[in-house]
């Protein structure tokens, strides 16, 4: 991953803010010279509990394109939206006395976790749970209210919502830790595809894309399927130099560690690897520091990072935007779609050139060329697209 050495600064955040590319209806620089694509992470997560109905209902609302539901599989094999395979810190499992006797421990790509996982639960106990919000920074307001919802629920909000609204509305299915689930006997991709086809479904032009971390199952998916398939791509951490740290079970595709195969994460983002990317996939979905990194700010040389803001503590807010890598770029060379994640309108998640401002930093990206991005706050990231 080449990062150019040149100092960028301020002014130069500022100047690529302000300039404008590409062709065709978009001032951005895409590949295809569309415009980009807003994508409601786990539906507008920003304001409601995430994967229920009424989050993605509200991500339609506030102009998503897509609607991006994590699918894991109930004990009797039915995909439901639930972020991970554990459960507990998104439902209001952990309250309920009669499944108090389910908590138990698994193995979850080589981590040992404990809580209530959805594997040991049939759809119709997964549907008397009720979702929370798992970040306490946000509006709790709505715990205990709303269903996990399936795959067709899904499907079919994106539908009725899309023709209410006059436009299609796409869905963004991740499968969420693909290896784990064959492991389990409810192996995710066919499953998907069978329930895909039900609504015609199969082709590059259905308004389905699906992504995952792991590799082989993107490389199956692809011997059944011509729906675009995306390969996201994750890191650990991003260092106090702005180099993404690869530590596990974060440094690499599950399947790869299980392989043995010594490729990280940030093989796939080098010219090589998105040419092997390329044979499986029709984009990317990078974590966004691959693409503009960050980072702090030692200016007294104390071996601290230094508090820009002055509040006392250490956070996004004290890092300053370095050059933009050479990832876009390339991947645009080889054909494949850029789709970072994960944008999110809290002060203390947006580095210091902002200034607080959200909308800043998805031009930045806009302007850098992404195809598509993950947001949180759909509204602000389409607000920041078309203003």
Excluded at 211 to 226: A, D, G, I, M
Excluded at 238 to 260: E, H, I, R, W
Excluded at 328 to 339: I, Q, R, T, W, Y
């Amino acid at each position: 991953m080449h990062i150019s050495g040149a100092k960028w600064g301020v002014l130069a955040v500022a100047a690529m803010l302000a300039a404008c590319g590409g062709s065709n209806d978009s001032p951005y620089p895409t590949l295809n010279g569309d415009k980009p694509l807003v994508i409601g992470h786990r539906g507008a997560s920003g304001y409601l509990p995430e994967h229920t109905l009424e989050s993605y209902r509200r991500a339609v609302e506030l102009g998503a394109d897509f609607i991006e539901p994590d699918l894991v599989a109930t004990k009797d094999g039915v995909l439901i939206a639930r972020h991970e395979p554990n459960i507990t810190g998104t439902t209001d499992v952990s309250t309920r006395a009669e499944f108090a006797g389910r908590k138990t421990k698994k193995m979850v790509d080589g981590v040992e976790e404990e809580g209530w996982f959805a594997s040991d639960f049939t759809l119709a106990e997964i549907k008397t749970l009720r979702a929370i919000q798992p970040m306490a920074e946000r509006d709790q307001s709505y715990n205990g209210k709303y269903q996990i919802p399936t795959l067709q629920e899904v499907l079919d909000l994106a539908k009725s919502e899309g023709a209410k609204a006059g436009r299609t509305v796409g869905v963004y299915p991740e499968t969420k830790h693909p290896t784990y689930h064959v492991n389990l006997g409810l192996k995710l991709e066919d499953r998907l595809l069978d329930v895909l086809a039900q609504y015609g479904y199969t082709s590059k032009t259905s308004p389905v894309i699906v992504q995952s971390f792991e590799v082989s199952n993107l490389k199956y998916l692809r011997t059944k399927t011509q729906i675009r398939l995306v390969q996201l791509v994750d890191a650990n951490d991003v260092n106090a130099d702005g180099s993404m740290d690869l530590t596990a079970p974060y440094d690499k595709p599950y399947d790869f560690a299980v392989a043995g195969d010594k490729r990280t994460f940030a093989s796939l983002l080098t010219p090589a690897g998105l040419k092997e990317v390329k044979t499986y996939a029709d984009g990317i979905g990078p974590w966004k520091p691959y693409l503009i990194p960050s980072k702090q700010v030692d200016a007294n040389k104390d071996g601290k990072p230094d508090d820009l803001n002055g509040d006392g503590k250490i956070d996004d807010r004290d890092r300053v935007m370095m050059p933009p890598t050479d990832v876009v770029k390339n991947a645009h060379a080889e054909g494949l779609m850029v789709h970072p994640y994960t944008f999110r309108s809290e002060a203390r998640r947006l580095a210091s050139d902002f200034k607080g401002d959200p909308k800043a930093e998805y031009k930045l990206f806009y302007n850098l060329g992404v195809d598509g991005l993950f947001s949180d706050f759909p509204d602000t990231a389409k607000a920041a697209r078309d203003n």
